[in-house]
């Protein structure tokens, strides 16, 4: 059914500039009623789906959950081991943001179980941060990273955003370095996306010059990849690098399609069942909250997926990762061969050098992976 967790905080200090994700600005009287909630949405969806294999991985996300309190991350966690089992060992991850964490902190969600913290550094140049609305500054990321390995994290990562407005490759250079000086055992690399409904969206509208021209953003990723394997990170999903023996369990668990449960806001989860069920919660805060107090889930938005949905889906999540598909993992989940039925996809994705096609397993080159959209829509 699900073998994994996912818990949405949706309270940041402050929105920054380019986000569409599902949070807002924090009201603090709201954190504890928030941990309530979500205690009870777990209570709740326990009893709605009872039969589950042990958790291998719990994910705090958000938003930024470095704002709930070491006790109320402590809280969650034992009541999901309660709730859910968890296996041993299990992954948890934590995502917070420079300035928000202390010594204290960061040793109280090392002890609640956290093994895995991924901070949003973004960049290391102060003047970029202010423009992106971060609340943070380059020396904050800094003491937050040697904070974490002082408090025992033995997994930290961080997340770079690059094709930043007015950014040029010797600045992007410079913020590579800066992260690979902190020697991260993971790094996320996204290059900036203008997100409708934004203060970006209004601020660079469509071929405005403020920001680097497709062929730049692209080479600065190239050269993400170039700096970072030489380095010795392993390239192993489109946007995530990692250390021998890092990589994200509960984001490779996304990838391969394991069914997952989302409590919080705007959380989405996977079932597999039959071909799969996909739901979201309710984004608004309040509208989550009100259906929670008076003990319903707060779904919406359910999808059975058909036969061919999910092929799709195995198709284009598995891609995304380095490893690629495995050709007799598809044949025995769908019945019939990937390769036989895309034989004229594979042969011109592979010709113009996007794929790469083995009798075993069918990846994305280096190329394929800067280009990955052209080759998701061939087999949608
Ligand atoms: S900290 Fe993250 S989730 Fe919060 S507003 Fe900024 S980008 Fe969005």
Known sequence: MFSRLYLHIPWCQSKCGYCAFNSRPLEPHKLEQTCDLLLHEMELAARTHPRNQPLRSLYFGGGTPSLLHPDQISRLISRSQELFRHADPIEITLEANPGTVSRDSLTGYCRAGVTRLSLGAQSFDDQLLQTLGRRHTAAETRSAFQLAQQAGFTSIGLDLICGLPGQEMAAWQQDLAAALALQPDHLSIYGLTIEEETPFADRYPAGCDALPDHD???????????????????????????????????????????????????????????????????????????????????????QELTREDALSEFIFLGLRMADGIGLDDFAEQFGERLEQRFTEQITQLSQAGLLTCSPERLALTKRGMLLSNQVFVRFL
């Not at 799969?276 to 779904?299: F, H, P």
Request: glycine share 12%; hydrophobic share 30%.
């Open 216 to 302: 730049l953003s692209a080479s600065m990723l190239e050269e993400a990849d170039s700096i970072l394997t030489a380095d010795g990170y392993e390239h192993y999903e489109i946007a995530n690098f990692t250390r021998p023996g890092c990589r994200s369990q509960h984001n490779c668990g996304y990838w391969q399609r394991d069914g997952y449960l989302g409590i919080g806001p705007g959380a989405h989860s996977f079932l597999r069942q039959g071909w799969g069920i996909r739901w979201g919660n309710q984004s608004e805060y309040d509208v989550w909250a009100a259906a929670l107090g008076n003990n319903e889930l707060a779904t919406t938005e359910h």
